[in-house]
């Protein structure tokens, strides 16, 4: 059973920039899926980034902004969102899955870190 924990939420600034970090309480597989997901008041939850051993894949959105990656020694998924928009308010999950991200199957999650971008 893998665990996850979110850190890095913060109130900024349009045009800020913050590092999401998610610490895994497992080895982070090269191969499998990691992912970012981010869910806003009264919408639906979306993928925002995903990487696998084949993939790397960002919501078209965020592309050029945002970028996800790996720290294998520490266990640790990043996201480093730059240029940050009021439309990236939200809450911010990272994901785990025991395959590749084509499966769209995500079986760990963790409990969010909020981001709020004001104007």
């Known amino acids: 059973q893998m665990q996850l924990a979110e850190s890095g939420g913060d109130s900024v600034q349009a045009g800020g920039s913050l590092r999401l970090s998610c610490v895994t309480s497992?080895?982070?597989?090269?191969?499998?899926?990691m992912g970012w997901f981010r869910q806003a008041p009264g919408k639906e939850r979306e993928e925002i980034a995903v990487?696998?051993?084949?993939?790397?894949r960002y919501r078209d959105s965020v592309k050029g902004r945002f970028v996800i990656f790996k720290d294998y020694r520490k266990k640790i998924l990043y996201l480093q969102m730059n240029g940050l928009k009021s439309d990236d308010t939200a809450m911010y999950f990272c994901?785990?899955?025991?395959?590749?991200?084509?499966?769209?199957?995500?079986?760990?999650w963790g409990q969010g870190t909020q981001v709020t971008v004001s104007l």
């Open positions: 990487i696998d051993a084949d993939i790397t």
């Open positions: 994901a785990a899955s025991r395959t590749y991200c084509a499966s769209g199957q995500f079986d760990y």
């Open positions: 497992g080895d982070i597989y090269t191969k499998f899926c």
